[in-house]
């Protein structure tokens, strides 16, 4: 089976939308779900970080499950556990209700990335894999992309409940696909000997025994680096994940129509900017660039466009403020592309998934205290001195990425 690699990322990569459309379904809802069970923004944001928290939790729970049963079997587990989660919305009725089936989402969603990242540096050489990566992350951007049209229509016409039933349900479609398709390159029996040899080529690691002590990552300057750099900057797109359709609703007063009509746009972005952000440190690398230099490269211009949400609030055409926050998830996902495949770049396979879920629950936790200071704010305040974080936050990651990222791997 010819370019089996990238029949490899595309299931990938539609798990990914899955993930992101199940995730949006709540915010997507969350104008129609809190007037019907009058909660405020404060029990939203809880809801909200109950997901966060789950999610913080199993980062690294299922980074280390991922390298214990491996790709296949970990990645099945997950999609299964969250897919089963997200049906289970349909029966909420309060707050809490909500707010624990947000809880078993995040910990089965949590898996998607640890997962996908190590089937990456399973069947990708290194200057492949940040567009590899960038590729199946977009399928979040386009997830979310789909969401508010798919979920505000099967909910206009269908009802909310039956809307959480049907988007859940996809996942179970897609074990469909993914359990006989995949192996690792060297048991699987459809690749072609020319495609194992081009996967092989560019598997050379960073110098590190294959094997690690897992206890003993958390003495690398790398991978705090990576923690502390996600821990700031993945809260800019949790922030326009979760709080996008609320902000058009209430400060721009939109219909749960328009919102459909219109929430999808800043993620059209950022589908692109996951493929852009990929791209361009591939072309960097190609060109004699060293790779940790092309991705920081990468990432230092897509942390200052980020800042392109700061005018965004201020704006008074609506228009204008949309079409600024697309070219903050533009940034966020080019930067996203890069720092994602960074694991794969400094670290070999067989802890690889443990390093990003260990990142990954840097970004959850900074993730799950924005979001109740977001919560907060909004209702003291208003959404400007949220922006404006968001739109700052990106800079002091670069910074800890560039103290903290090093060509060689040092113990501190």
Request: charged share 10%; hydrophobic share 55%.
């Amino acid at each position: 089976m010819p370019h089996l690699r990238w029949w490899i990322a595309g299931l990938l990569f539609l798990a990914t939308i899955i993930n992101y459309v199940d995730r949006q379904a709540l915010s997507v809802l969350a104008p129609l779900l809190r007037d019907e069970f009058g909660m405020s923004n404060t029990d939203y944001s809880r809801i909200v970080s109950a997901f966060m928290l789950a999610y913080l939790i199993m980062q690294t729970g299922s980074g280390r499950l991922m390298d214990w049963v491996g790709t296949r079997a970990g990645f099945s587990l997950c999609i299964a556990w969250w897919s089963a989660a997200a049906m289970l919305h349909a029966a909420a009725r309060s707050a809490l209700s909500f707010g624990l089936f947000r809880f078993l989402l995040g910990l089965g969603e949590a898996g998607n990335w640890p997962g996908g990242v190590k089937a990456v540096s399973e069947w990708f050489p290194a200057r492949e894999r940040a567009f590899a990566i960038g590729f199946f992350n977009s399928g979040s951007t386009l997830g979310a992309v789909i969401a508010p049209p798919l979920v505000a229509w099967l909910a206009i016409h269908y009802g909310w409940g039956n809307a959480f039933l049907i988007t859940g349900a996809l996942g179970f479609v897609w074990l469909a696909l993914w359990l006989p398709l995949y192996r690792t390159p060297d048991r699987h029996p459809w690749i072609t000997a020319p495609e194992l040899d081009h996967i092989r080529s560019g598997r050379e690691s960073a110098g590190l025994a294959e094997r690690i002590r897992w206890v003993r990552l958390f003495s690398y300057r790398q991978v705090w680096g990576l923690v502390l750099g996600r821990m700031l900057a993945d809260p800019v797109w949790w922030f326009y994940v979760f709080w996008l359709p609320e902000y058009l609703k209430r400060e721009r007063q939109f219909s749960l129509a328009m919102i459909g009509y219109f929430a999808w746009i800043p993620f059209l972005g950022a589908t692109v900017g996951c493929l852009v952000g990929g791209a361009a440190s591939g072309w960097l690398i190609r060109r004699g660039m060293p790779v940790l230099r092309a991705r920081k490269t990468v990432m230092f211009a897509s942390a200052v466009l980020m800042m392109s949400g700061i005018p965004a609030v201020l704006a008074t055409d609506a228009n204008v403020a949309i079409a600024l926050i697309t070219v903050a998830t533009f940034a966020y996902s080019t930067w996203a592309a890069n720092i994602l495949t960074l694991p794969a770049d400094l670290f070999p396979p067989g802890i690889v998934a443990s390093v990003s879920g260990l990142s990954g629950t840097g970004a959850a936790t900074g993730g799950m205290v924005f979001t109740l200071v977001i919560g907060a704010v909004v209702d003291r305040f208003s959404y400007l001195p949220v922006f404006t974080a968001a739109g700052l936050m990106p800079l002091a990651a670069f910074a800890l990425i560039a103290w903290g990222v090093r060509s060689t791997p040092s113990r501190d």
